[in-house]
Structures are given as C-alpha cells and as structure tokens.
C-alpha cells in the first residue's frame, strides 16, 4: 500500500506555506509566521522558524524587526540576502501609506472631449470606434478599440480593426464592451465613431443606430451612463444625442 | 490584547478578468502612460524588491514595466490582488505570493503604530494606515474602527464593500459588533474612489443613523473618516458630529 507522506521529514514545508499564501492570503498568517517567509528567499534551505521567533524576541515584535538597522539585523544573525528584503520593507510601507494621486484626463465637458478626440485619434485608424470609459468625476479611465461586430458590417471596413475571430453579432458585441466597462470600474462611457473616407457623419451615425440603442437599453442595467456617441470625421463631428435618432 | 485585525467579507474579487482586446490596436495606450507617471525611485525599489525575493530571476525590468503599466505606481503593485498579479506572474508565482506577503507586512507596521496608545493622537500615522488598506480600492469599502475607552484599538474590520459609488453599512450590525468587542468608541471609515473625499447627503445621514443607534447602548461615533486622492475628511473636523 503506498504511504500518504513521502517523508515524514519537514519536506516541501517552504511549498505548502506559500500554497498556504496564495490560496487563502497572509492575513491569517501570524506574524512570526510572515517573518519565517519573508527570511526564506535569503537562507536557502534551513528552518527559518527559529530564527524569526529569536528576532521578535530581539526586537519585541514583526514591526520592530523590520524597523532595526541593517547593523542591528546582521549582529542578531540576519544573512545579507535577508536584510535586503527585509529593510526594503519599510520604505514600501512608507510609499503605501502616502500614495500619489494619478492625474486623469478630465473630459466631462463637450470641449474637453472633442479636444482629447483631436489630440489622442489624428493617427487612429478611419472606421474605427473608440471607447472612453469615465470614473464618477468625469475623468478619464481607459480609452479602447471596439472591434467590429456583427452582420451589417459594411464592405468599406479596410479601415476597420482586423479580427482573426469572427466579430461577434450586436447583442454580445454590446455585452463585451459593458463587461470591460465594469472591469474599468467606470461610471460611465462615451463611444466615438471615427468616420471614414467616403462616409458622411450622417450616414455613420445611421449605421450605428442599433449598436448605440442596444447600448443605450443595456448599459443602465449595471448602473453605467451612456454619455453619448459621437462620429467624428476631421474637425467635423456630429453626436447621438443632438440628433434625435434615438430616445435619450 | 490579541491581534487587531482586518477581515475581508469575501474573496477579493475587485479585479474583473475581462474578454481581451488583444487583436485591436491599442492606440493612445494609458498602460503607456501610466508606468510613466512611477517615478525612478519607485522603479528602483521595486526592482530591487523583485530581486530580492528571486535572485535568480532574469527578466526584472521587463516584469517591473509590465507590473507598472499595469498597476500605476509601486503602491499599486503592492496592493494588487492575487488575482491581477497572477494574471501578469503566474498562477501561484512566487512573485505573487511575496508582494502579497510584503503588502501584509506594511500593513501590520503601520497597525502596530496605531496600537501605540491611543489611535486618534496621530493623525499622520492613522492616515498612513488607512491608505495602505483602502488606499488603492477600486470600490466603496465600509470599515469600523472599534477603540475601548481609552482610545486603543480593540479591532479594525471591514462591514461592507459595494460599488464605485457606493457601499452598503448596516447601523444594526455595526452596534452589534461593538458590543461584541466591548468597545466604547466607534470610528467609521469609507473611501470614495473617485478621489473626492467630500462627504455626500447620504454619508452625513448614515453617520448619524448609527451614531444615534450606538448612543441607545451607550456608545459613541467618535468620528467618520472617508478618503479619496490621498487625502483624508474627518466629519468630527468638519462639525457633522
């Protein structure tokens, strides 16, 4: 009969806390325990137990450990290696608790959105729809392609996004695009049409008719704003919801 | 006194794994932009925190660049959840495990400082805390700092976590489980990750909906803190309560 442990022996200890780590996180762990594994990638393979329960006693617990000097750690028999990790820790401690605030493009006025439009799709390929998906403030969180979807699409697509898969018909093409909209975490989104040659804005705007309706019907379902669509061509552009082609 | 600590209600789950784009071209790319705003000292320090946990590994600056292209800045890597570090490292990647693990060992340094008398004194340290737990949410979180008489923390837990505007607090069950505790004073905090810390309407109401039920059992909300763009509104302050 085969045995259930290959060894008896503290074999494959350092794996089963790590698994222990990835599958449930470190916030059971104690805290002598979060030092043993923090000294493992400096001490290649002795118990590390032993010494984490010396330095707590040293330092009176995890914190002041891991604010003792380089000096203080090698003199209680911290190998090089571990010093390394553990002094970085406080610094890291120190950017989490004072992070910098990412500045993020406001575009929740009409001209702020037409010039991040002008700045950010001169080289954008003709055809295309963009995507903008907005946090709370307005702000901007993510700018997208959209690929093309569905039957309708028409001949003049050499512009258009190349897909090797078939483009997914309206409905899924709408859910896909909301799916990245709640991974963004946004508030809102704004879709915009980058008309191509031969194409007036009229007509690219008729054609995204039910795309813009499907999305207009979806989107308040989770709590997402459809700002607008708007199809753009050069300086010109022409928008959804100034139009009356659909309810707003 | 036994360990203050945070529990979450549920798995982390505030990264959305999303149907990938990957055929279309990416053309004003953020991800670009984004790893631009870290500075060098935080790249440094993050490469060297790579390099520290494998030395063996090969590629740093290419997994620095992508962890930053994705994650913004140092603070953002380090806050990452499993699942999003996964999704750049590898399923169960050391790497991973070891970001999770200094994460957590940030957070009990600066829970320990908070555990040093009484946690309102240091204002500074009390913000270095918060922003190291909710700092980088992506959702409204809901915690309750629950403190004895004498101000000392008792425990730190979270009670609700909602959506980007949001988050959902029960009056009752916070009451509840500051009577479990013992504790005498209550200490709201939520995060508005907008950036705008102000308080809405809805957050005075709620603070008072729970003040007044704490105030039947004899307890007291010291106060209501919300955090949002690296700042930090403290409702006491304010002249709310």
């Given at each position: 009969m085969g045995q259930t442990f290959a060894s008896t022996g503290p074999v494959g200890h350092r794996k089963r806390m790590r698994s222990r780590v990835a599958r449930y996180g470190p916030m059971g762990l104690a805290d002598y325990e979060i030092l043993e594994m923090l000294l493992f990638p400096g001490v290649p393979?002795?118990?590390t137990k032993p010494l984490a329960k010396a330095l707590i006693n040293t330092f009176g617990s995890l914190s002041g450990v891991l604010g003792a000097s380089p000096q203080e750690l090698r003199a209680t028999g911290v190998s090089a290696a571990s010093v390394g990790l553990l002094t970085l820790i406080p610094d890291i401690a120190q950017k989490l608790g004072a992070p910098e605030e990412a500045e993020r493009a406001d575009i929740g006025e009409w001209s702020r959105l037409l010039a991040y439009c002008q700045n950010n799709f001169a080289t954008a390929p003709l055809g295309q729809m963009r995507v903008l998906f907005l946090d709370v403030r307005n702000q901007l969180l993510a700018d997208e392609a959209v690929p093309e979807y569905g039957a309708?699409?028409?001949?003049?697509?050499?512009?258009a996004t190349r897909l090797d898969a078939p483009p997914l018909a309206l409905g899924p093409a709408v859910g896909a695009l909301l799916h990245r909209a709640l991974g963004h975490n946004a508030s809102a989104l704004i879709t915009v049409r980058l008309v191509e040659n031969g194409v007036s804005c009229a007509q690219a705007l008729q054609t995204d008719t039910p795309f813009v309706q499907e999305l207009l019907k979806a989107a308040p379902l989770l709590a997402l704003e459809v700002y607008d669509h708007v199809c753009l061509k050069g300086k010109q552009w022409l928008s959804f919801r100034g139009s009356g082609l659909g309810e707003w | 006194m036994a360990d203050a600590s945070g529990y979450k209600l549920?798995?982390?789950?505030?990264v959305l794994p999303m149907p990938a784009w990957q055929k279309t071209a990416a053309f004003s790319s953020l991800s670009v932009e984004r790893s631009l705003l870290a500075t060098v000292p935080e790249r440094v320090l993050l490469a060297r925190l790579l390099l520290a946990i494998a030395p063996k590994e090969k590629a740093i600056d290419a997994l620095v660049e992508s962890l930053l292209a994705q994650f913004g800045s140092l603070a953002g890597v380090v806050s990452a959840p499993k699942h999003a570090l996964e999704a750049i490292l590898g399923e169960g990647a050391v790497l991973s495990v070891y970001l999770q693990l200094v994460n957590d060992a940030a957070r009990r340094m600066h829970l320990a400082r908070l555990q040093?008398?009484?946690?309102?004194?240091?204002r500074a340290q009390l913000m270095a805390y918060l922003h190291t737990v909710?700092?980088?949410?992506a959702i409204e979180q809901v915690r309750v700092l629950f403190l004895d008489k004498k101000h000392h923390l008792l425990a730190d837990e979270v009670t609700g976590r909602g959506t980007i505007d949001h988050a959902p607090v029960y009056p009752r069950e916070v009451v509840r489980r500051a009577l479990v505790l013992h504790a005498h004073y209550l200490v709201l905090v939520h995060n508005h990750p907008s950036g705008d810390p102000s308080p809405s309407a809805a957050d005075i109401d709620m603070t008072h909906r729970i003040a007044q039920a704490a105030k039947v059992m004899?307890?007291?909300?010291?106060d209501h803190i919300i955090i949002g763009g690296g700042r930090m509104v403290s409702l006491r302050e304010e002249g709310f309560l």
């Open positions: 393979r002795r118990d309708g699409v028409s001949a003049s697509t050499k512009g | 549920e798995p982390d789950s505030t040093v008398g009484s946690t309102l004194a240091d909710m700092g980088q949410e004899g307890l007291c909300v010291w």
